[in-house]
């Protein structure tokens, strides 16, 4: 339902934006979310937003900005003063509830939609 782009490979310090799209006709989402997972880590949230309400990992605070087009239904990150350790594969979710977003433990299906993610390596 939902389909993450815009990852690559990047120099220490650079930026990025992600996008993602919901695909068919579907219903504006209360909540967006960005969440990544790196090879042999645990996956964890980036940032979510809904409404005027954002919340944000505090490794990502002060370089990464999420945001949501006026369709409700497309959302962004962007990624500034990128770190090796921000190397991971990035995806998108969108729910009824931030707080459904913020606190997910269990997999990206338990949201109402969630999608692919797309490759974010960033080179020391």
């Known amino acids: 339902q939902l389909q993450a782009s815009g990852g690559g490979l990047v120099q220490a310090g650079g930026s990025l934006r992600l996008s993602c799209q919901a695909s068919?006709?579907?219903?504006?989402?209360?909540?967006v979310g960005w969440f990544r997972q790196a090879p042999g880590k645990q996956r964890e949230l980036v940032a979510g937003?809904?409404?005027?309400?954002?919340n944000y990992a505090d490794f990502v605070k002060g370089r990464f900005i999420i945001s949501r087009a006026g369709a409700k239904n497309t959302m962004y990150l962007q990624m500034d003063s990128l770190k090796p350790d921000d190397t991971a594969v990035y995806s998108c979710?969108?729910?009824?509830?931030?707080?459904?977003?913020?606190?997910?433990?269990?997999?990206?299906?338990?949201?109402?939609?969630w999608g692919h993610g797309t490759q974010v390596t960033v080179s020391s």
């Open positions: 937003i809904s409404g005027g309400s954002t």
């Open positions: 068919g006709n579907t219903y504006p989402f209360s909540a």
């Open positions: 979710a969108a729910d009824r509830s931030l707080a459904r977003i913020t606190t997910l433990l269990g997999g990206l299906n338990e949201l109402d939609a």
